[in-house]
């Protein structure tokens, strides 16, 4: 059976379905490893992490993306297998990268099932890799079957200070419903809108919208898929917080750090966000925090409540467990 596939670029190809018996033969010899690919923030333009891509090391058909294998496992017994594998090597080698972070893709099953919160602690507890240093990436493409199952193991997960960031924003189903319900931290703009920035006013304005609607909910930006300095140049006009594409590297066997092109417009001359140095709590939200704090609640739930009670950031922006985190740091 033939399916179509996407390379690294978005470009469609034929894909055999991989059965799951041979991929789990290829894990035990070790023919799936892991390549990463750098992350990189605008302001100042620098390395801030990577992205952990799972790729299958095939006897005739050489080294395959995701994309040429992931689709026919999605829904198989071996996926959770798959995933908590790719979460342990992942947080293995980036226990080795200083204070950069990695992150990992899951599938909308993934962040629902019994077990993921067991899995991520115990991939940290065996690395030492601190939780801030891991980022979970949900994928977008796919609907999210529970998602109260995966709020609240997300939200667990974002308690012990894992990441969370929303992958291929703005082409899936559900993009503001998730904003609403999950932890977000970030958000991931697709290569789809990327690609087109500077040359097509449609592409700018999807993208502008983007990058202003996480800035208003108090996440960071991620823009994929760059492969030029004027698109480099066109998202840091735009404000956008980090980047991740060919322009970078493409992603290596060993994290590679990439020297860094300057954007032709100077992203140094554009004023930095307000936002970064403003406080994030009013005087009545903070009080509200302290007091849940002292009563023992998570970062997630005191969101959560400040939410429904309509207590806004000092911004006028909703709370996500990671805005409460930087207001408990300004308290």
Known sequence: MIMAARDERGASGPRAVVPTDEFRGAMDRGDVV???????????MAVTGAEALIRWQHPTSGMLPPDEFLPALAHSLLMPTVTDWVVLTAARAAADWGE????????????????????????????????????LEVTEHALVGDLDGATRNLGRLADDGVRVSLDDFGTGYSSLLYLRELPINEIKIDRVFTMGIGTNRDDDAIVAGLVKLGHAI??????EGVETVEQLSVLASLDCDAAQGFLFGRAAERLVLPSLPAPTSGAGAIPHRRR??????????????????????????????????????????RWVGATVGRALSQL
């Not at 892991?34 to 100042?44: I, K």
């Not at 893709?105 to 891991?134: C, F, K, W, Y």
């Not at 009545?284 to 970062?299: F, K, M, N, P, Y």
């Open 34 to 44: 892991l390549h990463y690919q750098p992350q990189v923030e605008l302001r100042p």
């Open 100 to 135: 950069l972070s990695v992150a990992v893709n899951i599938s909308a099953a993934d962040a629902s099932r019994h077990g993921l919160v067991e899995a991520v602690r115990s991939a940290l507890e065996t690395t030492g890799l601190p939780a801030h240093r891991l980022i």
């Open 218 to 223: 108090g996440v960071r930006v991620v823009a």
């Open 276 to 317: 970064r140095g403003e406080a994030v709590a009013t005087e009545g939200a903070a009080t509200v925090i302290r007091q849940l704090l002292a009563e023992g609640a998570s970062l997630h739930t005191i969101a959560a409540r400040l939410n429904q009670d309509g207590v806004r950031t000092a911004q006028g922006s």
